[in-house]
């Protein structure tokens, strides 16, 4: 597709459920990165694959947090045992290898709460 | 390592008036530099970017921004606002294919 697809909008689970957030990227884009927003200004990055390897994973939690892109699969985040402060809207974005300038293109974001 | 200083989280301007968001950033190779625009309960939109290829670029919706090597910064300017310029603008970095690094978020009102 030509823009980033984030589904369900809207997820809301009880502390400690399991949440799992899904992302398609735009047809093309090899690169895909995960961010997290918190209070509404604060981007927090969480992970980036190229294809279906993982190419950054430094600001993964790795102990609830997993995440996976398989061939013609969309992308998902998996958040294992939530907890309050998961709360948060978690963006999806990709880009496309050759771009001088690599530039992001977001999906609308997922509002995670976590009761 | 590389990070982004948007100076005031909030700025209000009157319908008409020019716009100035302040972006600097700071990064240990040349940068690529961007503006985002979230509306209320939406993703970010691209406004613009810098990618070494001119200093002063022009964006969607009449934004422009100068890329400033010597002050490190990459502010974000329109002649004249209008009330659907109203949301919060993003300054961002990142050195490739890495992770973008955001500023904290500049929210712009319009007054009528």
């Known amino acids: 597709g030509e823009e980033v697809a984030q589904t369900p909008k809207h997820l809301v689970r009880g502390e400690g459920q399991k949440a799992k957030l899904y992302c398609a990227p735009i047809?093309?884009?090899?690169?895909v990165f995960w961010y997290q927003q918190v209070l509404k200004n604060e981007f927090k990055f969480l992970i980036s694959f190229q294809n279906e390897n993982v190419f950054d994973e430094t600001g993964m939690p790795k102990e609830r947090f997993s995440a996976k892109c398989l061939p013609n699969s969309p992308c998902s985040l998996e958040i294992q045992a939530t907890k309050l402060e998961d709360s948060a809207v978690y963006f999806c974005a990709s880009s496309q290898p050759g771009q001088e300038s690599y530039e992001q293109y977001f999906g609308p974001g997922t509002r995670l709460t976590v009761t | 390592a590389q990070s982004v200083t948007q100076l005031g989280s909030h700025v209000s301007v009157s319908e008409g008036a020019l716009v100035l968001l302040r972006c600097n950033y700071s990064?240990?190779?040349?940068?690529?530099l961007f503006w985002y625009v979230q509306y209320p309960n939406q993703g970010l939109q691209l406004l613009l970017k810098?990618?070494?290829?001119?200093?002063l670029v022009k964006g969607i919706n009449g934004f422009e921004a100068e890329f400033k090597k010597s002050e490190t910064s990459f502010h974000l300017t329109k002649p004249s606002a209008h009330m659907s310029d109203a949301a919060e603008y993003f300054c961002?970095?990142?050195?490739?294919?890495?992770?973008?690094?955001f500023g904290s978020g500049t929210r712009l009102q319009v007054q009528p």
């Open positions: 047809k093309g884009h090899s690169y």
């Open positions: 990064s240990s190779v040349p940068p690529y």
């Open positions: 810098y990618t070494s290829a001119a200093t």
């Open positions: 961002a970095v990142n050195t490739g294919r890495r992770a973008l690094t």
